[in-house]
């Protein structure tokens, strides 16, 4: 059975707080915000080591916004905002409905009412050699974990990247929402800088982020307005958004692909075409 080990759970009152706690912790603590995928991570005692203490963001106020800045056209979300507020908010259905239909595809219901924007982006991967319990059979030590094999190159891969592994990794990312804020530009904001989303992901540590470093905000330009048509006079000047999802499952499952598309429109030309996916590849 899989069971959690002794923790300290601390409660961050501010970013500046948990970073801070982080840092003191030298590597021995982890975040956690809702916690749907921290948990599952700490039971499986899958990390490198077993966090000590656990610093929970669930009391850092102020962190669950999804406001549009009209100054600068861009739509600004808080880490800690919810998933289901993100794929249920009204600027986001009008303006940026590729990010609002990935939203509504995160999992269920109960994950989505729990689950943050900064958690789906930083969720650990899913392969099933990282996932690996570590109480059946003993663990595997598999690249990832520091060990030297990515064993999913050569042994079973399904839903892991048909693209190849850049540092040896195969494992791909399974964050709906990542993908549409990789067609949208987004940027996501630190407590110490900014970083374009493109740059956001690491193959092998999963994001850039440094130690002591929180997700604190996710930064959209707001594109022209969207258009259902893809053609025609009424795309002029205008963006066309689309997300979709497939995976084995209608009902809660993790995408095998899913892609999102932003094209921009000048007049009726196509002046900008950002298409991102994610994918990985199933067994025949
Ligand atoms: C059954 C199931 C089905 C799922 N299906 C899907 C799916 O279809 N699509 C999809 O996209 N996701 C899916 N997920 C993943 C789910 O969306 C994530 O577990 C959830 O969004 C994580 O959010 P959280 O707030 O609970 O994060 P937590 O579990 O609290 O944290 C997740 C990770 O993010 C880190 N973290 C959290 N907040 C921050 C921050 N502000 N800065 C830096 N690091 C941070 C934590 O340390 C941890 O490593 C599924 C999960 C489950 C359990």
Redesign the pocket.
């Known amino acids: 059975m899989k069971t959690l080990l002794p923790f300290n759970l601390v409660y961050a009152s501010s970013i500046d707080d948990a970073s801070a706690k982080l840092n003191a912790a030298k590597g021995t603590a ?12 700490l039971k499986s005692r899958i990390l490198p080591t077993y966090p000590q203490t656990v610093i929970s ?1 669930q009391k850092v106020a102020g ?1 669950d916004y999804i406001n549009m800045d009209t100054d600068t056209s861009t739509l600004k979300i808080g ?2 905002a919810k ?1 289901v507020d993100i794929a249920n908010s009204g600027d986001v259905r009008v303006n940026f409905p590729c990010l609002s239909e ?1 939203a509504g ?4 219901p109960q ?2 009412n ?11 991967v899913r392969c099933w050699y990282y996932r690996y319990p570590n109480e059946v059979g003993g663990r595997i030590n598999c690249l990832r974990k520091g060990g030297t094999t990515c064993y999913a190159a050569a042994g079973d891969n399904r839903y892991h990247s048909i693209f190849g592994g850049p540092k040896g990794c195969y494992a791909a990312s ?5 993908t549409a804020l990789l067609a949208l530009d987004a940027s996501m904001v ?1 407590n110490t800088r900014t970083i374009p989303v493109d740059s956001f992901f690491d193959p092998l540590a999963g994001t850039v ?1 440094g130690d002591g ?4 905000e996710i930064d959209v330009p707001t594109p022209p307005t969207p258009t259902d048509v893809c053609g025609g006079g009424e795309m002029e000047n205008s963006s066309w958004q689309y997300f979709t ?1 497939f ?1 084995r499952r209608a009902s ?4 095998i692909a899913s892609v999102a598309v932003l094209l921009t429109f000048t007049g009726t030309m196509c002046v900008n075409a950002r298409i991102a996916w994610e994918e990985s590849r199933p067994r025949p």
């Open positions: 982890i975040l956690v915000a809702g916690g749907t995928d921290v948990m599952p991570v963001l962190l880490a800690l998933i990935a595809a995160v999992a269920s994950i989505r729990v689950g943050t924007i900064g958690g789906d982006i930083m969720q650990q399974t964050s709906d929402v990542a630190t982020l470093e929180i997700l604190t999802k995976g809660i499952d993790f995408a």
